[in-house]
T-cell receptor, first 114, second 113 residues
Framework: GDSVTQMEGPVTLSEEAFLTINCTYT??????LFWYVQYPGEGLQLLLK?????DKGSNKGFEATYRKETTSFHLEKGSVQVSDSAVYFC?????????????FGAGTTVTVRA | DAGITQSPRHKVTETGTPVTLRCHQT?????MYWYRQDPGHGLRLIHY???????DKGEVSDGYSVSRSKTEDFLLTLESATSSQTSVYFC????????????FGEGSRLTVL
């Protein structure tokens, strides 16, 4: 079945450092790919998405490019802030499936220190 | 913010007791989901609904049942709670299969002693 594998955390960075969180996927169809973020004590919220190969999703300074050749959707931010401390989840959905379900990775905890 | 309310937000119960978690939405979205979140496992789908009285199982449905008698409410029931069901439960809603975007509630933390 469809699945997502993302790098294990936790990740600890200093403010203004570069952040990369790796995500690779396995899918039989043509998935859409997502990054969700969970701030402390809150539910998940969509950070960005890409629906086809070579699409780049971006939001709040974060970017991720849908790479079909490497089945990857790595999340990057050039200069993190303390407010970026959160848990980040990579996810996919199979757009050709009649059952709409998102498959999530295990999540990566990111802590940014001042 | 999407109008999703989960109740209760926190609950402590004992093994063998029934528990019902409620998800209420004011968005009139068709699709509703129950996930559980556990360390090292991310989010795992328990059950989902694609309309009133239309539900289906997710990957970890054993020990759980759901009901959706109205568009706005999706109930998750643990008939006889076990310690392995200690978790944080999230409800999510979506208007369409096409967008792929879910809107999540704030979660319900359940502890089974």
């Amino acid at each position: 079945g469809d699945s997502v594998t993302q790098m294990e955390g936790p990740v600890t960075l200093s403010e203004e450092a570069f952040l990369t969180i790796n995500c690779t996927y396995t899918a039989t169809g043509y998935p859409s790919l997502f990054w969700y973020v969970q701030y402390p004590g809150e539910g998940l919220q969509l950070l960005l998405k890409a629906t086809k190969a070579d699409d780049k999703g971006s939001n709040k300074g974060f970017e991720a490019t849908y790479r079909k050749e490497t089945t990857s959707f790595h999340l990057e931010k050039g200069s993190v802030q303390v407010s970026d401390s959160a848990v980040y989840f990579c996810a996919l959905s199979d757009r050709n499936s009649n059952d709409y379900k998102l498959s999530f990775g295990a999540g990566t905890t990111v802590t940014v220190r001042a | 913010d999407a109008g999703i309310t989960q109740s209760p937000r926190h609950k402590v119960t004992e093994t063998g007791t029934p528990v019902t978690l409620r998800c209420h939405q004011t968005e009139n979205h068709r699709y509703m989901y129950w996930y559980r979140q556990d360390p090292g496992h991310g989010l795992r789908l328990i059950h989902y609904s694609y309309g009133v009285k239309d539900t289906d199982k997710g990957e970890v449905s054993d020990g759980y049942s759901v009901s959706r008698s109205k568009t706005e409410d999706f109930l998750l029931t643990l008939e006889s709670a076990t310690s392995s069901q200690t978790s944080v439960y999230f409800c999510a809603i979506s208007p369409s299969l096409r967008t792929g975007e879910l809107f999540f509630g704030e979660g319900s933390r359940l502890t089974v002693l």
